[in-house]
């Protein structure tokens, strides 16, 4: 199972059976509301009838059509969608199937775009310590969760560096928002330059808000200085919105949140609801136009593709699921209850074990001193027991974090972080 202490589970499952709207059912027929919008992705709440009819009307319609050399015309109408959501200047997509090959199509149009420019030395990928850019190669070299990487290092993983992480509970415990300490750290970027010399670096990747490392949100300027550095050197930015992508922080992107625009976003999860797999790269016109125009015509610009990129079920799925964020103003519910939301997150402050607190948008995170000796143990128990109270959370470590779909209510808002304050109070 991924991701699964298999023996574990298999002693004791977890089975989702069924889900609407704010809630999964369990096998065991439970009602669980869901805190975190199943994995980050279920951003208009479960089994939408919009989506479902989208999902069927494309599945009687056209079950699959071939993307290479062809297309179809729900493509096109997906890729114009998804491109109208995106930060000006960033509206050119390629679809692929998830996060993970989201990651590596961005890395590799980086290099391409730089070897059109007649740099092709310029090759080294930046990540950053405590990254997640999923599972391929590609995302386990620039990612910087160790356990990701320590098993598969001695093979692939080349060419890359990493920033320092921005997380510091000295300075930034408890911070509502975004922290303000830690811009700074962007300035390592420069160092990195001059260690390996910007001729060398084709892209820098980070998540505008670190999410599977345990929520680790941007200090105040810290992104505005990383796209200052990468324009000065030439480097390709790349957020990857995987997860902040689509109304997360309150916005489509968080690059539009934070007025932070980079050359290429990563997107899959709430692209389409999570309904069928689906993610995608949103390119600059400029990355764009300098692959194609910089090809011979008649020549494959870029040698790269995936067999389910834009399938036609996945395309109807975004279709649908964005004109539902639009038509319900699910982003702006988002803003609007993010405060609510950063209220009962705090309140936790004085719960056991409680180490650390903090939130943006939509999303939180809620650090635990862990257990001598057993890492991870104390926020896996809270999981459990939330899981048997009936609410769904997600655990990393020893960060418990938060991301409800933005259909959430207060009221229901409020039955997470209590039901979460019990839980630490009944484990040791
Ligand atoms: N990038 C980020 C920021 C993610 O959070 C994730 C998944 O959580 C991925 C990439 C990988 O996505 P997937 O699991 O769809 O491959």
Not at 161 to 168: M, N, S
């Amino acid at each position: 199972m991924p991701f699964t202490a298999n023996r574990q589970f298999k002693a004791a499952p977890r089975l989702l059976a069924s889900a609407r709207g704010m809630y999964y059912r369990s096998h065991d027929g439970r009602e669980i509301l869901d805190g975190c919008a199943g994995l980050w992705c279920v951003n208009a709440g479960h089994c939408r009838d919009e989506i479902v009819a989208a999902v069927k009307s494309a599945s009687e319609e056209l079950d699959f059509a071939p993307t290479f050399q062809m297309g179809h015309p729900l493509a096109f109408k997906a890729a114009a969608e998804v491109a109208k959501m995106m930060p000006a200047g960033l509206d050119r997509i390629f679809f692929v199937n998830s996060g993970s090959e989201a990651v590596d199509t961005a890395l590799k149009i980086a290099l391409a775009y730089h070897r059109a420019r007649g740099e092709a030395q310029r090759t080294r990928l930046i990540g950053r310590e405590r990254g997640y850019h999923g599972v391929g190669f590609g995302g386990i070299s620039v990612g910087g969760i160790a356990p990701n990487r320590k098993t598969f290092s001695g093979s692939l993983l080349g060419n890359v560096d990493h920033l320092p992480h921005t997380h510091d509970l000295e300075h930034n415990a408890f911070s509502k928002g975004q922290p303000a300490w830690g811009a700074h750290l962007a300035d390592e970027l420069e160092r990195l330059v001059a260690l390996h010399d910007a001729s060398t670096i084709a892209a820098v990747i980070v998540e505008p808000v670190a999410g599977s490392t345990g929520v680790l949100i941007p200090p105040q300027g810290y992104l505005q200085r990383l796209r200052e550095i990468c324009t000065k050197h030439g480097i390709l930015l790349i957020f990857d919105e995987v997860i902040t992508g689509f109304g997360r922080l309150g916005h489509a992107t968080a690059s539009e949140h934070f007025g932070v625009t980079p050359d290429l976003i990563t997107l899959a999860k709430a692209i389409n609801n999570a309904a069928v797999p689906m993610g995608a790269v949103a390119a600059s016109t400029s990355v764009h136009d300098t692959i194609v125009q910089g090809g011979t015509p008649g020549a494959i610009e870029l040698f790269h593709g995936y067999t389910y990129s834009a399938h036609p079920v996945a395309s109807a799925a975004a279709i649908a699921t964005l004109e539902l964020y639009r038509k319900e103003q699910l982003f702006e519910r988002a803003r609007d209850l993010a405060p609510a939301f950063q209220q009962a997150a705090h309140a936790l402050a004085d719960a056991p074990y409680v180490k650390d607190i903090r939130n943006l948008g939509l999303v939180a995170g809620i650090e635990l001193e862990s257990r001598p000796g057993a890492p991870g143990a104390r926020a896996y128990e809270a999981f459990v027991k939330c899981f048997e109270a009936g609410v769904l959370v997600r655990y990393t470590g020893d960060i418990l974090a938060f991301s409800p779909p933005l259909i959430i209510s207060e009221e229901q808002i409020g039955r997470i972080f209590d039901t979460v304050r019990q839980a630490l109070s009944t484990i040791q």
